[in-house]
């Protein structure tokens, strides 16, 4: 009987262990592949390679989603990647992310900028709203042909709802300021601001870069809030717009690191599914 209670009490243990090291290891597993892809793909190109990408992942054993965006970590940790990276190498950011706080990513974009070598920015499947604008600031924009850029008109706003500067600013001047509420009359004014800032740092972001000589087209789509803030604009319509600085030969190592930040993890399921078509 106690030989009995013994093994099931070291099942226990050894249940315990594997569900505490199974994730670490996986997860190791996955880092390393992940370094040796970019290590690949550096060597290739000649560049130092930088990730930004968030995606929706599953952490511990519980399957807790997490969402992820750009925020104050990530522009501190590629402004580090970019800071110390040699300034006769070629810059290449891999960007995949639906954007997030403008700080960061006018940060991010501003050193992007002010490397003095080459700098190449791939989007595999999208980069929206602060994505998009660290994509401007690059001298090569390499994207998927259906992959998305969005635009990047400010969004004011607080826990009962989020904004666009434009509509806020239509709103005080289709109603008469006895009509309208304190609130929303402060929203309008700074939603003025936040739209003539934001045109003024695309326009200096795209100063002697692709298609400069097209800025203020670029500024009319991407800014002043003509479309929706999810608006996708595609390989086709950034090539218009931007000009010759974007090409859709997107390197195959990116596919390959993309499919490592898919984490399927306890009960979750995949949303999709392929069988490859075998040879006869």
């Known amino acids: 009987m106690a030989t ?17 090291f199974v994730p670490m290891a996986q997860k190791y597993i996955l880092q390393m592949e992940r370094k040796r892809l970019l290590a690949r793909l550096g060597k290739r190109r ?7 990408i968030h995606r929706q992942e599953t952490i511990s054993f519980l399957g807790l989603p997490i969402a992820r965006y750009i925020d104050i970590d990530d522009s501190e940790e590629v402004l580090r990647a970019i800071r110390t990276a040699p300034k006769d190498v070629p810059l290449n950011i891999i960007l995949h992310t639906p954007g997030g706080l403008a700080l960061a990513a006018t940060q991010i974009a501003m050193a992007l ?21 660290i994509a401007l600031a690059a001298d090569e924009i390499i994207m998927d042909p259906h992959a998305a850029l969005g635009p990047v008109d400010p969004q004011l706003g607080d826990q009962t ?30 939603a003025e601001k936040a739209l003539n800032q934001m045109k003024s740092l695309v326009r200096k972001i ?8 097209n800025i203020d087209k670029i500024i009319e789509d991407f800014v002043s809030g003509k479309y929706t803030h999810d608006r996708p604009f595609m390989a086709d319509d950034v ?5 010759g600085c974007v090409s859709t030969d997107v390197p195959e ?15 979750r399921r995949p949303g999709v599914e392929n069988v490859p078509l075998s040879g006869k």
């Not at 700098?119 to 980069?127: D, F, G, M, Q, R």
Request: net charge neutral; hydrophobic share 45%.
């Open 161 to 190: 709802g989020i904004y666009p500067a434009t509509s806020l600013l239509k709103v005080v001047q289709k109603k008469s300021t006895d009509e309208i509420d304190d609130k929303t009359l402060v929203y309008a004014e700074e």
């Open 4 to 20: 009995i209670e013994v093994l099931f009490a070291n099942i226990w243990v050894l249940l315990f262990i594997l569900l505490f």
């Open 206 to 213: 795209l100063e002697n870069r692709c298609n400069s000589d």
């Open 239 to 243: 090539t218009q717009l931007l000009g």
């Open 46 to 52: 000649g560049s130092q390679v930088i990730t930004l």
């Open 113 to 133: 900028k002010a490397h003095p070598s080459k700098k190449s920015v791939v989007i595999p499947h999208y980069a929206m709203s602060g994505g998009t604008l």
């Open 253 to 267: 190592e990116v596919y390959e690191l993309m499919k490592l930040y898919r984490m399927e993890i306890g009960r």
